[in-house]
């Protein structure tokens, strides 16, 4: 069974700074992984995708890399900004799971000006 | 941002009344899924959608039904609500090859 986990719950940096979250997962067979972010109270955003015959997406100051060997994905934030305080999400779509994503937990960012 | 509304956007209502949530989507995208979250808990899948008339069970179904008439409309109905059914729920639309998931504002429903 397919789990995923993401490391570490929380995490508070200074402005500026560049950062990285990790996500990890259990079964490499995977489809694909995605990355999303949520603000408190709101929806979630997709911020990137990323298919299983991939190795890195890029969407401006972010750039999230896939290892499917090893069952890592990780989500670099590049010159931190305030606005990027948010609850950090990825979840894998496995080849089994009837089209299901399974979620991590979150990583919760804090970016302190 | 994709096309995806929830209606309502919040909702109170008292144990024991059937309560029905709307997402709508104008992507015409195939799969469309309803998930509850609630702290601790994270996102959890209840019933999702692989067409009009196609549905299946999540990993928290019971207490819960849904419907798919029309490709832009999910509905999730709440046939008897309960106090444990309080909780944010999110509407979810995806295509057909890349698979990725975008997702509604939510619905904000209170049982009292």
């Known amino acids: 069974k397919q789990e995923v986990t993401q490391i570490p719950a929380a995490l508070s940096v200074p402005e500026g700074e560049n950062l990285v979250l990790n996500c990890s997962f259990t079964?490499?067979?995977?489809?694909?992984l995605q990355w999303f972010r949520q603000d408190p109270g709101k929806g979630l955003t997709s911020l990137l995708l990323i298919q299983s015959s991939q190795r890195e997406q890029t969407s401006g100051r972010l750039n999230a890399s896939l290892d499917k060997s090893s069952g890592r994905s990780t989500l670099y934030i590049a010159a931190s900004q305030p606005g990027d305080s948010a609850t950090y999400l990825c979840?894998?779509?496995?080849?089994?799971?009837?089209?299901?994503?399974?979620w991590g937990a979150g990583t919760k960012l804090i970016i302190k000006p | 941002d994709a096309g995806i509304t929830q209606s309502p956007r919040h909702k109170v209502t008292e144990t024991g009344t059937p309560v029905t949530l709307r997402c709508h989507q104008t992507e015409n995208h195939r799969y469309m899924y309803w998930y509850r979250q609630d702290p601790g808990h994270g996102l959890r899948l209840i019933h999702y959608?692989?067409?009009?008339?196609?549905?299946d069970k999540g990993e928290v179904s019971d207490g819960y039904s849904v419907s798919r008439s029309k490709t832009e409309d999910f509905l999730l109905t709440l046939e008897s609500a309960t106090s444990s059914q309080t909780s944010v729920y999110f509407c979810a639309i995806s295509a057909r090859g890349t698979y990725e998931q975008y997702f509604g504002p939510g619905t904000r429903l209170t049982v009292t």
């Open positions: 959608s692989y067409g009009v008339k196609d549905t």
């Open positions: 979840a894998v779509l496995t080849m089994d799971s009837n089209y299901q994503l399974i």
């Open positions: 079964d490499s067979a995977i489809y694909n």
